[in-house]
């Protein structure tokens, strides 16, 4: 019962001076909804890596052939065709290796009806789908057998889809790379950017021997222009590089002083590097989103310090007539929590619906989860109530007859 009448008399207390009840909770209100709001957009950028980092398929590494030096300058990674298909078979016998394919790719124009597009063309085997854990949304994969026969078939990405074919179903229809025909037996899942920026969804694949044969040509026999290998788990990457490297040394007869004919990608420590910038970000958005939690309980405990002082004539009484201190302390703690609280409430609302339109308007990623609403929640209200402390308890040792004498 005590404890109903002192809210309802706190209740009242901010009815009666509600512009500034009002603006005190603004400050909680603004540092709740920007906590969310961050936390929402950070959890967002976390998602987008994440997501990416799928995309490109789980514990890979990708083994560049080597570059080619002309009158002292020095080509790119990949320019010197120094790998083959041999190299891959090697690959694949190393513990710990669970997927190889090799590629051969190149860019061509591509060539349907009265549409023409250009795109990347990569020659590979089966392993490589499986590898890049890239499904299919129509039609069927080509197999080993199609590789063997350099079977004349091509499974296209959906940009290349929507750039040769427009609403037009493209299975089964016959496209032009370098005027060599293929016919289209399937249409890749989409798969977005990767963290170059590249888009992957214009891509298109074909047999190794369909590309090596019909396509590109081939400087040898079984040349390829990378090898993509799939560890069996994060833990097993160091070890397969390291037994990779020491392979293809070992079958390109390198002498020991001699450099490496070739170059190691390892697509799991960019990806983890690309998450933890991600995170660090989160925090960083979140921590500064917290300063305002900070401002707005440092404005409860200067609103609570003038309620005070405007009642000291009303503490006094109160004391007087047998009030206790912890009466008088629970009195100004409860309006102090009231405040807080209602500005909380007020926050989320105000943060999930800037989230929800940042969403909408500027196409931003923002993932909310109960767990970041709920700490926001819990953390501003004890902000509100840590400041609240001071003005309550300097309300409660107040000396009841210097209290009665203050005008």
Same mark, same amino acid.
């Given at each position: 019962m005590m404890l109903r009448l002192m809210i309802g008399e706190a209740w009242?207390?901010?009815?009666?001076?509600?512009?500034r009840t009002i603006l005190t909770m603004l400050g909680m209100v603004i540092g709740v909804a920007s906590v969310i709001l961050m936390m929402a957009v950070g959890q967002g950028a976390q998602w987008s890596v994440q997501?990416?980092?799928?995309?490109m398929g789980s514990h890979l590494l990708i083994v560049l052939?080597?570059?080619?030096?002309?009158?002292?300058? $020095?080509?790119?990674? =990949? %320019?010197?065709?120094?790998?083959? &298909?041999?190299?891959a078979e090697a690959i694949s016998a190393l513990p710990h290796v669970n997927l190889v394919a090799p590629v051969y790719m190149?860019?061509?124009?591509?060539?349907?009806?009265?549409?023409n597009w250009n795109s990347s063309i990569l020659g590979t085997t089966p392993d490589y789908l499986r590898a890049r854990s890239w499904p299919l949304v129509a039609g069927t994969a080509f197999a080993d057998s199609d590789v063997r026969s350099a079977s004349r078939l091509a499974l296209i990405g959906q940009t290349v889809v929507a750039n040769l074919f427009?609403?037009?179903?493209?299975?089964?229809?016959?496209?032009?790379?370098?005027?060599s025909p293929f016919t289209v037996a399937g249409v890749l899942a989409p798969k977005g950017q990767s963290f170059d920026g590249r888009d992957q969804d214009d891509t298109?694949?074909?047999?190794?021997?369909?590309?090596? $044969?019909?396509?590109? =040509? %081939?400087?040898?026999?079984?040349? &390829?222009?990378?090898?993509?290998v799939q560890a069996s788990s994060d833990a097993a990457m160091a070890a397969v590089e390291s037994a990779v490297v020491r392979l293809i040394r070992q079958r390109h007869r390198l002498r020991e002083a001699a450099e490496n004919?070739?170059?190691?990608?390892?697509?799991?420590?960019?990806?983890?590097?690309?998450?933890?910038?991600?995170?660090?970000?989160?925090?960083?958005?979140?921590?500064?989103?917290?300063?305002?939690?900070?401002?707005?309980?440092?404005?409860?405990?200067?609103?609570?310090?003038?309620?005070?002082?405007?009642?000291?004539?009303?503490?006094?009484?109160?004391?007087?007539i047998g009030a206790r201190q912890r009466d008088i302390l629970l009195q100004f703690l409860i309006e102090s929590v009231m405040i807080s609280l209602i500005g909380c409430l007020v926050g989320v609302i105000c943060g999930v619906a800037g989230a929800w339109l940042a969403s909408r308007l500027f196409q931003v990623a923002v993932v909310m989860t109960l767990a970041a609403i709920l700490i926001a929640f819990l953390v501003a209200a004890g902000v509100g109530i840590f400041f609240g402390i001071y003005p309550a308890r300097k309300a409660a040792i107040m000396n009841p007859i210097e209290a009665l004498r203050y005008q």
């Open positions: 009242q207390a901010m009815g009666s001076n509600r512009l997501q990416t980092i799928e995309a052939s080597g570059s080619t030096t002309q009158g002292g300058a $020095r080509s790119g990674s =990949g %320019s010197a065709p120094t790998l083959t &298909v041999s190299d190149n860019n061509a124009q591509l060539v349907y009806r009265a549409s427009g609403e037009e179903d493209p299975l089964g229809k016959t496209i032009r790379i370098r005027q298109i694949l074909v047999p190794l021997t369909s590309a090596q $044969r019909h396509l590109f =040509g %081939s400087p040898f026999p079984g040349a &390829v222009r990378m090898i993509l004919d070739f170059s190691i990608r390892n697509l799991t420590t960019v990806a983890n590097s690309a998450t933890e910038v991600a995170r660090v970000m989160s925090l960083l958005l979140g921590s500064i989103a917290s300063i305002s939690l900070l401002v707005g309980g440092i404005g409860i405990m200067n609103i609570m310090l003038v309620a005070v002082t405007e009642r000291t004539r009303e503490i006094g009484l109160r004391l007087a």
